[in-house]
């Protein structure tokens, strides 16, 4: 394999590695052997040179003083942050010797990896690390934080979350954002629908909050959080009994229409404008524009998901453009994940060797970090975490309770990581991480279809190593003889990329090494469903799909109120009458990374609770004011923002800071549920409900001029 250094290219071809769906392709300047710049790649086709605000500084990341270069040992108190620095072979060493006394004394399984897309490469997201833990035979970690419980739903319904070519969105005439925030969070995305809003094409947000998306749109609806559901039946019902479905594409390619309609006698739109608190005439007006505008597209991605029944909600959704015939347009039907296409594509099982994995080993949800440590169910407890690639101690629901399992004494915590992250901080040993400059990656994406090769642009900077090859050294330190936990990042990336599919025609290492992308060779005309043949068991787009009932589920599309919720638990919601929403903080942060940098920090010092007036006033807080959010989970302290950015009845506290970036250590998932969604184990944290008072003894820092804009 060439390297930087005989190769010596100028401009070195790489890709955000960020858990973002738009996957950018970018170009690293190198001289003299160091980084000098980070542009985008404009002839990439999806994201044509364009970087969002939080990775445009990405050298700011790679070269800050912060990050971590050397091995560290703790000396201080867990969650103090002080270490000492030592050699790599002590540290590797010393953390083997005590796996293995671990093991020796309480089994495997007291071994616990904890990670996820803190950085979204096959190489070091998913491979040797894979490998290792099923060597070890350790406890499995269910990885399921994101997107699991909204692509359960949708294949409920389509039998895949394959969907619209993301760009075909071009084509629609009716478009609906339902929960997200495409100008933000999919920022490559919108000039697409830019181009279809030229051609005459409608733009509907749906979300709670009002979003920079929502400012843009033609029509921005605000239901309760976690009544989508209702809404899509409410939809359906005006759908039917005003005969604007596609009788022919429902007669030929759905299952159980009939007792779908039953079940839509259910919902006219007055009950669902009770339960979604929005106007039945606009029910009514939503649907028949739905309904009579083709190609229509419903945009969706993870926002709706972390409710307790989120899964049912993206599987309700996903009945309407089956109902309408969208699925027969180019430009029809939902754009949801493009995961699935990668996948089927390229050989991430063999990546990661996923035969090794012995699934009667218990598993962890890792929603529930906090229960797993702290738990006396656990036999044998957890006494040792292993971290990469997840800061819990700022992501993770519920968090007293995950900090408390992460002081525990008796619990060794190893982190690899490229900063102090407030999880770090809690470690025995914390080791150094490569960014994403020096190291091999080949990525996927889930919101376009090409694939993309990073290359390694310069040498690491300190002793950082890429999360293999912490593996590799952890897997001879433990003298653990495999070949499979030794092989090489070239080949890692030889063996993902070794797949006869016919998407993989032509998509070489040698292409992608030349060019950094290569598109995925799909059919020209990307209709999934025009004919049907949806990969569900009956072959149909299922109204009514029997194997939900297995799961304990209602095979019929419905809505049910949220466990936290006045319908639900009608005493907690006396005392906590607010629904918190925990927004990401996406302009600046991606969840709590670059939380930590400077230029970002400026950007966004500090969390707000954004509360409506009306909740406001009757609380006797003004703008500006300190305030106390609290549930029985915890409390935080922080200041209000008065705006009608939330509805009434909805408070909003974004997440990402870290604990001593936030003034009075104000983490919102301090307050969030860490119950699991219906399907796919997803969490439930979007049905929180809290209370908020004026804080008289304030915690939080004095206000900065021009702050509380
Ligand atoms: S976070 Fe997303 S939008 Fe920003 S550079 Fe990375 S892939 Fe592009």
Not at 105 to 120: K, N
Not at 137 to 161: D, F, H, P, W
Not at 659 to 685: C, E, F, M, Q, Y
Request: hydrophobic share 40%.
């Amino acid at each position: 394999m060439p390297t930087h250094s005989d190769t010596a290219p100028t401009w070195i071809p790489g890709a955000c590695p960020h858990d973002c769906p738009d996957r950018c392709s970018w170009q690293v300047k190198i001289e003299d052997g160091a980084a000098v710049e980070l542009v985008g790649d404009k002839l990439q086709p999806f994201t044509r040179g364009v970087l969002c605000a939080k990775v445009d500084h990405y050298l700011d990341r790679v070269y800050s003083p912060d990050r971590v270069l050397h091995p560290l040992k703790r000396v201080g108190a867990k969650g103090d942050g002080e270490f000492e620095r030592v050699g790599w072979d002590e540290a590797i060493a010393d953390v083997a010797a005590r796996l293995r006394r671990l093991i020796d004394r309480h089994g495997a399984t007291t071994v616990l990896p904890y990670s996820y897309m803190g950085t979204q490469g096959i190489v070091q997201t998913s491979s040797l690390d894979r490998r290792f833990f099923a060597r070890l035979g350790a406890t499995r970690l269910e990885r399921n934080i994101c997107a699991s419980t909204a692509g359960r739903g949708i294949v409920a319904t389509l039998g895949a979350t394959t969907g619209m070519l993301p760009e075909d969105i071009a084509h629609s005439r009716h478009i609906i954002l339902w929960g997200t925030n495409t100008v933000v969070t999919n920022l490559h995305l919108w000039p697409f629908i830019r181009q279809a809003r030229a051609a005459g094409a409608t733009v509907v947000v749906i979300d709670p909050l009002r979003t920079r998306t929502a400012a843009q749109a033609d029509w921005h609806l605000r239901p309760l959080p976690g009544t989508d559901a209702a809404l899509a039946l409410g939809m359906m019902h005006v759908i039917v009994n005003e005969k604007r479905y596609d009788k022919d594409y429902v007669e030929r390619h759905t299952l159980g229409f009939d007792r779908l309609c039953a079940r839509l006698d259910d919902y006219p739109p007055e009950r669902v404008a009770a339960i979604t608190d929005l106007p039945a005439d606009d029910v009514v007006r939503l649907a028949r524009a739905y309904a009579d505008t083709q190609p229509s597209a419903i945009r969706v991605l993870v926002g709706m998901e972390h409710h307790a029944h989120g899964a049912m909600a993206f599987r309700t959704i996903a009945c309407l453009p089956a109902l309408v015939g969208a699925w027969r347009h180019r430009g029809g039907g939902i754009v949801d994940f493009t995961a699935k296409p990668h996948y089927q594509a390229l050989n991430v099982a063999g990546a990661e060797k996923r035969n090794l994995e012995d699934r009667s080993i218990r598993s962890v949800n890792m929603v529930q970090l906090g229960e797993a440590l702290t738990s006396e169910a656990m036999a044998p407890p957890i006494h040792a975490l292993i971290v990469y690639n997840s800061n819990p101690a700022v992501i993770a629901p519920n968090l007293n309770r995950v900090r408390a399992g992460l002081a525990r004494e008796d619990l060794f915590t190893v982190v690899n990581e490229q900063f102090l992250t407030d999880t770090a901080r809690y470690a025995d040993y914390v080791f150094p991480a490569t960014t994403q400059v020096e190291h091999l990656d080949l990525l996927w994406s889930w919101g376009h279809t090409y694939v993309t090769l990073n290359r390694p642009a310069m040498a690491p900077l300190g002793e950082a190593a890429p999360n293999t090859e912490f593996f590799r050294r952890l897997a001879a330190a433990l003298d653990l003889q495999e070949a499979d936990l030794y092989e090489s990042d070239a080949s890692l990336v030889r063996t993902a990329l070794d797949s006869d599919h016919p998407y993989l025609d032509g998509v070489t290492f040698e292409r992608l090494w030349e060019h950094g992308w290569a598109p995925l060779n799909l059919p020209a005309d990307w209709r999934p469903f025009a004919n049907g043949d949806f990969p569900t068991p009956s072959g149909k787009c299922e109204f009514y799909a029997e194997h939900l009932q297995a799961a304990g589920l209602d095979p019929l599309p419905t809505f049910e109120p949220a466990n936290e919720s006045p319908a639900g638990d009608a005493a907690l919601a006396a005392r906590f009458p607010l629904l918190l929403m925990t927004p990401k903080t996406p302009l600046h942060f991606l969840n709590s990374s670059y939380a930590n940098l400077p230029r970002h920090l400026r950007a966004e010092p500090e969390p707000r609770l954004d509360i409506h007036p009306a909740d406001a006033a009757s609380r006797g807080i003004a703008d500006g004011d300190p305030v106390r959010v609290f549930n029985d989970r915890g409390a935080i302290h922080l200041r209000a923002r008065l705006a009608d950015r939330v509805r009434p009845g909805v408070v909003a506290v974004p997440f990402g800071w870290w604990k001593a970036h936030a003034p009075a250590g104000a983490l919102a998932n301090t307050l969030t549920a860490d119950g699991l969604s219906d399907l796919g184990g997803g969490g439930d944290w979007h049905d929180t409900l809290v209370q908020v008072s004026r804080d008289e003894a304030s915690h939080t820092a004095p206000l900065r001029n021009g702050q509380m804009g």
